[in-house]
């Protein structure tokens, strides 16, 4: 049998703010290279000896970051499922097994965010666990520990199976303190990956037994969803019914199908900036340090800056964040609280944990560059072969200049092209649309004036992206 990898892309990643937010979550940032980690998992699929084409799951409002992971990865022939309304794990794994059409693979579910450095290891992990799979199991990955880690869950093997390096699962302890994790690891648990081998049909038996009224409210999701073969959007309705548990929690931890393989794969679930801290090349101080750093009388810290210059004297043992609009400071070991305080940052200024300066959109993106009172300039990038919406604004005109590649500027009906150094002036409710017909990315200095510049100021009469407001 082949094997599909199930890539699950609904996380948040809220304890790696401010690099990750809610509209760009860690999977869609590149955290450890040039590629995000969505990216990275996609291409880690493209054997094709072993893999066949992709599924995402993912959340409906990350539709478009997800088709630009795959574009960049050259997947073609993925299918993409879309969850209206994140409803965790189980459910995510549910909506892929039931959305199979091939009766032939196995379904690999895996975390679009996390990182195996050892593809070797990782690969022979794999051919441990297919026959297991194929006879009926539910494998999990479990890590061989390096460390007390208390933000993972722990596995402790059971009786060995008929099949080599495969043992059933005698128990779970979820995220345990650190002198019961090295209690543990003593008596040779296992991290638990959160990455899943089995056939689909395994899956849904299981779910028959064990959560008949979830695998109810995902069959109807899906019956009644929207899309194409290869894009899925799963119904609304119906998905808000579906209990948001974790995969562990509804089947791993009930099922008496489910067994372990042990491997040390230079996993990682880059779930906190102590995760990559562990994860990154140190220097003779133990500092781990990126972008315009200078550390000073600093020892064991992770320092990061992809906004200003960061300097830090006199500190051991902490995290130290920068964006262009946010700096988090932590000590390195409660790097796991970030989520709590994401949440104080969310009730005082929402937009910092929401969104980057630079937003994604489908077309290409935007940043905010200079604003005051009744003006705001951004500087627009639009991809190539791509168009903006058929807009009107009611309250702001604008003035558009070329600084690199071609643009068409349509403004009431009367199309225009602009090079570098040429602008184009849009009156306040005019009709308008930007398109780049060119083949390098489009560059352009907007300066927006009027008496209300927020982005709902918007009316749309086209859209390529299917987008309303």
């Known amino acids: 049998m082949k094997i599909r990898p199930i890539i699950l892309s609904g996380g948040s990643g809220t304890r790696l703010w401010p690099v990750s937010r809610v509209k760009a979550p860690k999977q869609f940032v590149p955290l450890t290279g040039t590629d995000n980690l969505l990216t990275a ?47 965790n794990t189980a459910a995510a794994a549910l909506a892929a097994a039931l959305a199979e059409k091939d009766a032939n693979v196995l379904h690999l579910v895996r975390p679009s965010d996390h990182i195996i450095a050892d593809p070797a290891a990782w690969r022979a992990a794999l051919a441990q666990a297919a026959p297991a799979a194929e006879d009926g199991f539910i ?43 090295a209690s543990l690891i003593k008596a040779g648990a296992l991290w638990n990956s ?21 695998l109810k409210h995902v069959e109807q999701a899906l019956a009644k969803s929207k899309g194409d073969a290869h894009t899925i959007t799963l119904d609304a309705d119906s998905y808000a019914a579906v209990a948001s548990e974790p995969f562990d929690r509804v089947i791993m931890e009930r099922t008496a199908r489910g067994a372990v393989v042990p491997c040390r794969m230079g996993w990682s679930d880059v ?46 043992d902490v995290a130290v964040i920068a964006t262009k609009d946010a700096v988090l400071v932590t000590p390195r070991n409660r790097s796991q609280d970030v989520k709590t305080l994401v949440a104080a940052v969310e009730k005082t200024n929402a937009p910092l944990a929401q969104d980057h300066p630079r937003a994604r959109r489908p077309w290409g993106a935007y940043e905010s560059i200079a604003s005051g009172s009744h003006f705001q300039v951004k500087h627009i990038t639009v991809e190539p072969g791509r168009s903006l919406s058929l807009q009107m604004h009611h309250h702001r005109a604008e003035h558009w200049i070329v600084v690199g590649g071609t643009a068409l500027v349509e403004c009431d009906g009367v199309e225009k092209m602009l090079f570098p150094n040429e602008s184009a002036y849009i009156p306040k409710g005019s009709k308008h649309r930007l398109s780049n017909p060119g083949k390098v990315l489009l560059h352009l200095i907007e300066v927006q004036s009027g008496d209300y510049l927020g982005e709902d100021d918007i009316v749309r009469f086209a859209d390529n992206y299917g987008r309303t407001g």
């Open 41 to 87: 998992t996609l291409r880690d699929g493209l054997d094709p000896a072993l893999f066949t084409a992709p599924m995402v799951v993912g959340n409906a409002e990350h539709k478009f970051l997800i088709h630009d992971a795959l574009d960049i990865a050259r997947v073609a022939a993925a299918t993409v499922i879309l969850e209206p309304a994140g409803r």
């Open 271 to 316: 779930g906190s900036w102590q995760a990559m801290w562990q994860n990154a090349p140190r220097d003779a101080n133990d500092n781990a340090t990126e972008g315009c750093v200078v550390a000073v009388d600093t020892a064991g810290s992770y320092i990061r800056s992809s906004g200003p210059a960061v300097a830090v004297m006199g500190m051991k």
């Open 194 to 214: 959160g990455i899943f081998l089995y056939k689909p049909q395994t899956l849904i038996e299981e779910a028959r037994k064990l959560a008949p009224d979830m």
């Open 139 to 181: 494998v999990l990955f479990g890590i061989t520990p390096d460390y007390p880690e208390t933000g993972y869950g722990y596995i402790q093997s059971g009786a060995a199976t008929k099949f080599d390096h495969v043992s059933a699962i005698a128990a779970f302890k979820e995220k345990p303190d650190e002198a019961t994790a």
